[in-house]
């Protein structure tokens, strides 16, 4: 029943910026964070950003730090990812995830259990 919506990626130019958008279908489950991952052809998917949900505690990975800024509404079951000063290596398809329970790490893509279609951003220069 849970379903990932995504939107917001597109195509910009280096230094842009995009906002990300990740709304749940289901209002009711149970969870213990949001994550985004992203993933570029033949290369592993791998952690960018996550918040947990009811403290809104945020971990990112070190190369997006001072860049990127994750954020969540409770009341419209939303996460967002803001991308500012982007590169072209930030090019990819960017998914969002929701875990369902506490532990584990939050890098790691196999404990989440809801995953989003994917949105492509790309980055030129």
């Known amino acids: 029943q849970v379903q990932l919506v995504e939107s917001g990626g597109g195509l910009v130019q280096a230094g842009g910026s995009l906002r990300l958008s990740c709304a749940t279908s289901e209002r009711t489950f149970n969870r213990d964070a949001m994550g985004w991952f992203r993933q570029a052809p033949g290369k592993e998917r791998e952690f960018v950003a996550a918040i947990t949900w009811r403290l809104g505690i945020t971990y990112y990975a070190d190369s997006v730090k001072g860049r990127f800024t994750i954020s969540r509404d409770n009341a419209q079951n939303t996460v967002y990812l803001q991308m500012n000063s982007l590169k072209p290596e930030d090019t990819a398809v960017y998914y969002c995830?929701?875990?369902?329970?506490?532990?584990?790490?939050?890098?790691?893509?196999?404990?989440?259990?809801?995953w989003g279609q994917g949105t492509q951003v790309t980055v030129s220069s």
């Open positions: 995830a929701a875990r369902l329970s506490g532990g584990g790490y939050y890098y790691t893509p196999n404990s989440y259990a809801y």
